[in-house]
Protein backbone atom coordinates (compact mmCIF):
# COMPACT_ATOMS: atom_id res chain seq x y z
CA UNK A 1 0.00 0.00 0.00
CA UNK A 2 3.08 2.62 -0.50
CA UNK A 3 1.90 5.74 -1.50
CA UNK A 4 -2.00 5.16 -1.07
CA UNK A 5 -3.36 7.46 0.99
CA UNK A 6 -6.14 7.04 3.96
CA UNK A 7 -8.40 9.55 6.42
CA UNK A 8 -6.89 10.30 9.55
CA UNK A 9 -8.07 12.73 12.12
CA UNK A 10 -5.09 15.26 13.37
CA UNK A 11 -4.22 17.18 16.15
CA UNK A 12 -2.44 20.17 14.57
CA UNK A 13 -1.57 21.79 17.82
CA UNK A 14 -2.60 21.79 21.66
CA UNK A 15 -5.62 23.16 22.03
CA UNK A 16 -9.52 23.17 22.07
CA UNK A 17 -11.16 20.33 20.10
CA UNK A 18 -11.39 22.33 16.65
CA UNK A 19 -7.53 21.53 16.78
CA UNK A 20 -8.75 18.05 15.29
CA UNK A 21 -8.66 18.02 11.50
CA UNK A 22 -10.06 15.19 9.38
CA UNK A 23 -6.28 14.85 6.72
CA UNK A 24 -5.27 12.66 4.32
CA UNK A 25 -1.85 10.96 4.64
CA UNK A 26 0.17 8.05 3.45
CA UNK A 27 -0.81 4.22 4.79
CA UNK A 28 1.78 3.55 7.00
CA UNK A 29 4.37 1.02 5.88
CA UNK A 30 4.77 -1.99 8.15
CA UNK A 31 8.57 -3.21 9.25
CA UNK A 32 9.37 -6.67 9.11
CA UNK A 33 8.56 -6.73 12.57
CA UNK A 34 4.98 -5.33 12.29
CA UNK A 35 1.44 -6.09 10.75
CA UNK A 36 -0.71 -3.35 8.98
CA UNK A 37 -4.62 -3.46 10.35
CA UNK A 38 -7.36 -1.68 8.79
CA UNK A 39 -8.96 0.26 12.01
CA UNK A 40 -12.97 -1.15 12.10
CA UNK A 41 -13.31 1.12 15.20
CA UNK A 42 -10.93 3.20 17.60
CA UNK A 43 -11.43 4.68 21.31
CA UNK A 44 -12.04 8.60 22.42
CA UNK A 45 -10.90 9.04 25.66
CA UNK A 46 -10.59 11.20 29.03
CA UNK A 47 -6.91 10.34 28.60
CA UNK A 48 -7.08 11.37 25.13
CA UNK A 49 -9.07 14.88 25.50
CA UNK A 50 -6.16 15.70 28.28
CA UNK A 51 -3.33 14.77 26.39
CA UNK A 52 -4.97 17.14 23.05
CA UNK A 53 -4.44 20.14 25.71
CA UNK A 54 -0.61 19.73 26.65
CA UNK A 55 -1.82 20.10 30.32
CA UNK A 56 -0.52 19.71 32.86
CA UNK A 57 2.82 20.51 31.00
CA UNK A 58 4.78 17.86 32.28
CA UNK A 59 3.11 15.55 30.31
CA UNK A 60 4.90 17.55 27.23
CA UNK A 61 8.17 15.28 28.33
CA UNK A 62 6.52 12.38 26.06
CA UNK A 63 4.19 13.95 24.29
CA UNK A 64 6.11 16.44 22.46
CA UNK A 65 7.03 20.10 23.83
CA UNK A 66 5.43 22.67 21.04
CA UNK A 67 3.05 19.94 19.24
CA UNK A 68 2.65 16.76 19.46
CA UNK A 69 5.21 14.05 18.55
CA UNK A 70 2.66 11.67 17.42
CA UNK A 71 -0.23 14.02 15.64
CA UNK A 72 -2.89 11.46 14.80
CA UNK A 73 -4.56 10.61 18.59
CA UNK A 74 -6.29 7.61 19.67
CA UNK A 75 -4.20 4.55 21.43
CA UNK A 76 -7.05 1.83 21.75
CA UNK A 77 -8.46 -0.12 18.16
CA UNK A 78 -9.85 -3.05 16.68
CA UNK A 79 -9.85 -4.64 12.86
CA UNK A 80 -8.61 -6.44 10.66
CA UNK A 81 -4.76 -7.45 9.48
CA UNK A 82 -4.57 -6.21 5.90
CA UNK A 83 -0.89 -6.86 5.45
CA UNK A 84 1.92 -8.88 7.59
CA UNK A 85 5.72 -8.22 7.89
CA UNK A 86 7.98 -10.76 6.87
CA UNK A 87 9.13 -11.48 10.32
CA UNK A 88 5.76 -11.59 12.21
CA UNK A 89 4.17 -15.34 12.57
CA UNK A 90 1.49 -14.82 15.34
CA UNK A 91 -0.43 -13.37 13.02
CA UNK A 92 -1.73 -13.72 9.63
CA UNK A 93 -3.77 -11.16 6.72
CA UNK A 94 -7.91 -11.37 7.50
CA UNK A 95 -7.58 -11.80 11.64
CA UNK A 96 -9.26 -9.88 13.57
CA UNK A 97 -7.40 -8.11 16.26
CA UNK A 98 -7.59 -5.44 18.52
CA UNK A 99 -5.11 -3.92 21.39
CA UNK A 100 -3.26 -0.91 22.16
CA UNK A 101 -0.42 1.35 20.38
CA UNK A 102 0.02 3.01 23.73
CA UNK A 103 3.18 5.55 23.11
CA UNK A 104 2.40 5.38 19.81
CA UNK A 105 -0.97 6.90 19.53
CA UNK A 106 -2.59 7.30 15.88
CA UNK A 107 -5.21 4.69 16.19
CA UNK A 108 -7.94 7.28 15.07
CA UNK A 109 -6.96 6.67 11.54
CA UNK A 110 -8.25 3.96 9.00
CA UNK A 111 -4.64 2.42 9.01
CA UNK A 112 -2.27 1.64 11.72
CA UNK A 113 0.73 -0.31 12.48
CA UNK A 114 1.86 -2.11 15.46
CA UNK A 115 4.37 -4.84 16.32
CA UNK A 116 3.35 -8.46 16.01
CA UNK A 117 4.45 -8.70 19.61
CA UNK A 118 3.03 -5.77 20.55
CA UNK A 119 -0.12 -5.19 23.08
CA UNK A 120 -2.41 -6.74 20.09
CA UNK A 121 -4.05 -10.22 20.30
CA UNK A 122 -6.55 -12.25 17.95
CA UNK A 123 -10.23 -11.03 19.15
CA UNK A 124 -12.75 -13.85 20.95
CA UNK A 125 -15.22 -14.78 18.12
CA UNK A 126 -17.98 -13.46 20.13
CA UNK A 127 -16.43 -10.04 20.59
CA UNK A 128 -17.25 -7.05 18.54
CA UNK A 129 -15.65 -3.88 17.30
CA UNK A 130 -17.16 -1.71 19.80
CA UNK A 131 -16.59 -3.18 22.99
CA UNK A 132 -12.46 -4.39 21.26
CA UNK A 133 -11.39 -0.86 20.31
CA UNK A 134 -12.20 0.22 24.11
CA UNK A 135 -11.02 -2.98 25.70
CA UNK A 136 -7.17 -1.42 26.74
CA UNK A 137 -8.31 2.19 28.39
CA UNK A 138 -11.09 0.71 30.98
CA UNK A 139 -10.23 -2.80 31.03
CA UNK A 140 -6.99 -2.28 31.43
CA UNK A 141 -5.74 0.74 33.25
CA UNK A 142 -8.10 -0.74 35.83
CA UNK A 143 -7.06 -4.07 36.06
CA UNK A 144 -3.51 -2.64 36.24
CA UNK A 145 -4.09 -0.40 39.53
CA UNK A 146 -6.62 -2.77 41.16
CA UNK A 147 -4.98 -5.94 40.59
CA UNK A 148 -1.14 -5.00 40.11
CA UNK A 149 -0.63 -1.88 42.31
CA UNK A 150 -3.34 -2.52 44.86
CA UNK A 151 -3.30 -6.25 44.77
CA UNK A 152 -6.84 -6.07 46.09
CA UNK A 153 -7.61 -8.89 48.22
CA UNK A 154 -11.53 -10.27 49.20
CA UNK A 155 -12.65 -8.45 51.76
CA UNK A 156 -10.95 -5.61 51.02
CA UNK A 157 -13.40 -2.45 50.67
CA UNK A 158 -12.54 -0.53 47.76
CA UNK A 159 -14.13 3.15 46.81
CA UNK A 160 -14.34 3.99 43.01
CA UNK A 161 -15.06 8.16 42.51
CA UNK A 162 -16.63 8.18 39.08
CA UNK A 163 -17.66 4.95 38.87
CA UNK A 164 -19.85 4.98 35.61
CA UNK A 165 -17.38 6.08 33.32
CA UNK A 166 -15.26 4.11 31.30
CA UNK A 167 -12.31 3.37 34.18
CA UNK A 168 -15.25 3.47 36.62
CA UNK A 169 -17.61 0.65 35.00
CA UNK A 170 -14.36 -1.43 34.43
CA UNK A 171 -12.99 -1.46 38.11
CA UNK A 172 -16.44 -2.03 39.67
CA UNK A 173 -16.61 -5.32 37.46
CA UNK A 174 -12.75 -5.99 38.19
CA UNK A 175 -12.62 -4.97 42.06
CA UNK A 176 -15.68 -7.10 42.67
CA UNK A 177 -14.06 -10.29 40.40
CA UNK A 178 -11.35 -9.77 42.99
CA UNK A 179 -13.66 -10.29 46.10
CA UNK A 180 -13.77 -6.87 47.14
CA UNK A 181 -16.33 -4.87 48.90
CA UNK A 182 -17.06 -1.99 46.00
CA UNK A 183 -18.39 1.79 47.19
CA UNK A 184 -19.31 3.47 43.46
CA UNK A 185 -19.34 7.20 43.72
CA UNK A 186 -21.16 8.34 40.77
CA UNK A 187 -24.70 10.49 40.14
CA UNK A 188 -27.53 9.09 41.25
CA UNK A 189 -29.12 8.87 37.20
CA UNK A 190 -25.98 6.13 37.10
CA UNK A 191 -27.12 4.00 40.29
CA UNK A 192 -29.11 1.33 38.31
CA UNK A 193 -26.05 1.27 35.91
CA UNK A 194 -22.99 0.25 38.72
CA UNK A 195 -25.50 -1.61 40.53
CA UNK A 196 -25.92 -4.30 37.58
CA UNK A 197 -21.88 -4.26 37.60
CA UNK A 198 -21.81 -5.88 41.27
CA UNK A 199 -21.22 -2.16 43.39
CA UNK A 200 -22.23 -2.72 46.88
CA UNK A 201 -22.98 0.56 47.60
CA UNK A 202 -23.91 3.60 45.87
CA UNK A 203 -22.92 7.49 46.64
CA UNK A 204 -24.46 10.26 44.83
CA UNK A 205 -21.40 13.06 44.56
CA UNK A 206 -23.80 15.56 44.33
CA UNK A 207 -25.63 14.73 47.66
CA UNK A 208 -22.69 13.28 49.75
CA UNK A 209 -18.46 14.27 49.83
CA UNK A 210 -17.45 10.74 50.22
CA UNK A 211 -14.35 12.08 51.77
CA UNK A 212 -16.72 12.71 54.91
CA UNK A 213 -18.72 9.84 54.91
CA UNK A 214 -17.09 8.52 58.48
CA UNK A 215 -16.08 5.13 56.75
CA UNK A 216 -12.74 3.48 55.79
CA UNK A 217 -11.26 2.37 52.89
CA UNK A 218 -8.60 0.31 51.90
CA UNK A 219 -8.41 1.65 48.75
CA UNK A 220 -9.81 4.84 46.93
CA UNK A 221 -9.65 4.15 43.23
CA UNK A 222 -10.38 8.18 41.66
CA UNK A 223 -10.83 7.54 38.10
CA UNK A 224 -11.40 11.00 37.41
CA UNK A 225 -8.73 12.79 39.67
CA UNK A 226 -11.94 15.32 41.01
CA UNK A 227 -10.30 14.34 44.09
CA UNK A 228 -6.52 14.00 46.12
CA UNK A 229 -4.86 12.11 48.59
CA UNK A 230 -4.86 14.80 51.41
CA UNK A 231 -8.79 14.73 51.07
CA UNK A 232 -9.21 11.00 51.19
CA UNK A 233 -6.58 10.91 53.68
CA UNK A 234 -8.68 10.32 56.48
CA UNK A 235 -11.07 7.98 55.16
CA UNK A 236 -7.89 5.73 54.20
CA UNK A 237 -7.26 2.92 56.55
CA UNK A 238 -4.25 2.74 58.26
CA UNK A 239 -2.12 1.44 55.22
CA UNK A 240 -4.84 2.53 52.49
CA UNK A 241 -3.64 3.85 49.27
CA UNK A 242 -5.19 6.69 46.84
CA UNK A 243 -4.60 5.60 43.59
CA UNK A 244 -5.33 7.81 40.42
CA UNK A 245 -4.61 7.99 36.38
CA UNK A 246 -5.31 11.49 36.50
CA UNK A 247 -1.67 13.36 36.37
CA UNK A 248 -1.14 15.97 38.32
CA UNK A 249 1.61 17.67 40.42
CA UNK A 250 0.10 17.72 43.56
CA UNK A 251 -0.61 13.93 43.14
CA UNK A 252 3.63 13.47 42.03
CA UNK A 253 4.38 15.44 45.36
CA UNK A 254 2.31 13.38 47.23
CA UNK A 255 3.66 10.35 45.94
CA UNK A 256 6.90 11.40 46.89
CA UNK A 257 6.69 12.40 50.31
CA UNK A 258 4.45 9.16 51.17
CA UNK A 259 6.85 6.42 49.24
CA UNK A 260 9.03 7.38 52.64
CA UNK A 261 6.46 5.96 54.54
CA UNK A 262 4.82 2.48 55.01
CA UNK A 263 1.43 3.67 56.13
CA UNK A 264 -1.06 5.58 53.86
CA UNK A 265 0.48 6.55 50.41
CA UNK A 266 -0.45 8.24 47.20
CA UNK A 267 0.16 6.58 43.91
CA UNK A 268 0.21 7.37 39.83
CA UNK A 269 1.14 5.67 37.10
CA UNK A 270 0.42 5.89 33.66
CA UNK A 271 -0.76 2.32 32.50
CA UNK A 272 0.36 3.51 28.85
CA UNK A 273 4.36 3.45 29.88
CA UNK A 274 4.64 0.10 31.01
CA UNK A 275 6.07 -2.37 28.17
CA UNK A 276 4.67 -3.76 25.76
CA UNK A 277 5.46 -7.23 27.17
CA UNK A 278 4.06 -6.55 30.39
CA UNK A 279 0.58 -4.88 28.83
CA UNK A 280 0.50 -7.80 26.58
CA UNK A 281 0.26 -10.11 29.53
CA UNK A 282 -2.17 -7.94 31.66
CA UNK A 283 -4.43 -7.97 28.62
CA UNK A 284 -4.29 -11.26 28.37
CA UNK A 285 -5.55 -11.64 31.98
CA UNK A 286 -8.10 -9.46 31.37
CA UNK A 287 -9.19 -11.26 28.28
CA UNK A 288 -9.51 -14.20 30.69
CA UNK A 289 -11.57 -12.42 33.01
CA UNK A 290 -13.86 -11.67 29.51
CA UNK A 291 -14.21 -14.78 28.57
CA UNK A 292 -15.35 -15.76 32.18
CA UNK A 293 -18.59 -13.68 31.65
CA UNK A 294 -17.10 -11.56 34.49
CA UNK A 295 -16.69 -8.49 32.27
CA UNK A 296 -19.01 -6.65 30.47
CA UNK A 297 -17.88 -3.48 28.27
CA UNK A 298 -20.19 -0.31 28.77
CA UNK A 299 -20.59 1.90 25.85
CA UNK A 300 -22.21 4.97 25.83
CA UNK A 301 -21.82 6.62 22.30
CA UNK A 302 -20.54 6.46 19.02
CA UNK A 303 -19.09 8.90 16.60
CA UNK A 304 -17.49 8.45 13.41
CA UNK A 305 -13.67 9.79 12.62
CA UNK A 306 -14.71 12.72 11.12
CA UNK A 307 -16.50 13.71 14.00
CA UNK A 308 -13.67 12.94 16.61
CA UNK A 309 -13.72 16.20 17.73
CA UNK A 310 -17.47 16.23 18.62
CA UNK A 311 -16.32 12.94 20.90
CA UNK A 312 -13.75 15.22 22.99
CA UNK A 313 -16.66 17.72 23.69
CA UNK A 314 -18.71 14.73 24.78
CA UNK A 315 -16.33 13.47 27.03
CA UNK A 316 -15.22 16.73 28.62
CA UNK A 317 -18.92 17.18 29.82
CA UNK A 318 -18.03 14.70 32.58
CA UNK A 319 -21.41 12.83 32.03
CA UNK A 320 -20.44 10.00 29.55
CA UNK A 321 -21.20 6.28 31.07
CA UNK A 322 -18.39 4.26 30.03
CA UNK A 323 -17.02 4.48 26.76
CA UNK A 324 -16.78 6.42 23.33
CA UNK A 325 -16.19 4.44 19.74
CA UNK A 326 -14.88 6.21 16.89
CA UNK A 327 -16.08 4.29 14.09
CA UNK A 328 -14.65 3.97 10.24
CA UNK A 329 -17.28 4.33 7.54
CA UNK A 330 -15.38 4.66 4.70
CA UNK A 331 -14.52 2.62 1.74
Do not use: W
Request: proline share 3%.
Amino acid sequence: MKNKKMKAMLAMGYGSPDVLQLKEVEIPTPSPNEVLVKVKTSSATTADTMMRTGKPYIGRLFLGFKKPKHPIPGTGFAGIVEEVGTKVNSLKVGDRVFGETTLGFSANAEYLTVSGNGVVLLMPENMDFNEAASFGDGHLTSYNFLKEIAEVQPGERVLINGASGALGTSAVQIAKYFGSHVTAVCSSRNFELVKSLGADELMDYRKKDFTKSGQKFDYVYDTVGKSSFKKCRKILSEKGIYLSPVLKMSLLIDMLKTSLTRKKKAIFQATGTKGNDKLRVLLINVLDIYKEGKLKTVVDRQFTLEKLGDAHKYIETGHKRGNVIIANYFS
